[in-house]
């Protein structure tokens, strides 16, 4: 059983950049590929970014494409994602995800585990 804990969010005005981190635990994290995904108010849940085991394959919705990096540290057990040139439409809480795959997917119905979001706010 993985745990999942992200955190980092905040609120931000249009512009300006966050950095959210999503620990792991009770797994062994180089086994799965990471994913950040995201419901904003009123919508459902939608993929932002995932990234393969080892680092090598890395994809981005194109919503955030050019503006957010998501990377992983494995001797850490964590998972990034650096949201720069912020806009009001990406505040949403965002989630991380673990996929069993070591592949990495865009599919949310892929993920097998998920931690409890953490809250980003971008003011115009």
């Known amino acids: 059983q993985v745990q999942l804990e992200e955190s980092g969010g905040g609120l931000v005005q249009a512009g300006g950049s966050l950095r959210l981190s999503c620990v792991a635990s009770?797994?062994?994290?180089?086994?799965?590929?990471m994913g950040w995904f995201r419901r904003p108010p009123g919508k459902e849940r939608e993929f932002v970014a995932a990234?393969?085991?080892?680092?090598?394959?890395?994809y981005y919705a194109d919503s955030v494409k050019g503006r957010f990096t998501i990377s992983r540290d494995n001797a850490k057990n964590t998972v990034y994602l650096q949201m720069d040139n912020l806009k009001p439409e990406d505040s949403a809480l965002y989630y991380c995800?673990?996929?069993?795959?070591?592949?990495?997917?865009?599919?949310?119905?892929?993920?097998?585990?998920w931690g409890r979001g953490t809250q980003v706010t971008v003011s115009s």
């Open positions: 990234i393969s085991w080892s680092g090598g394959r890395t």
């Open positions: 009770g797994g062994t994290f180089r086994n799965y590929a």
């Open positions: 995800a673990a996929d069993s795959n070591p592949n990495g997917s865009t599919y949310k119905g892929a993920y097998d585990y």
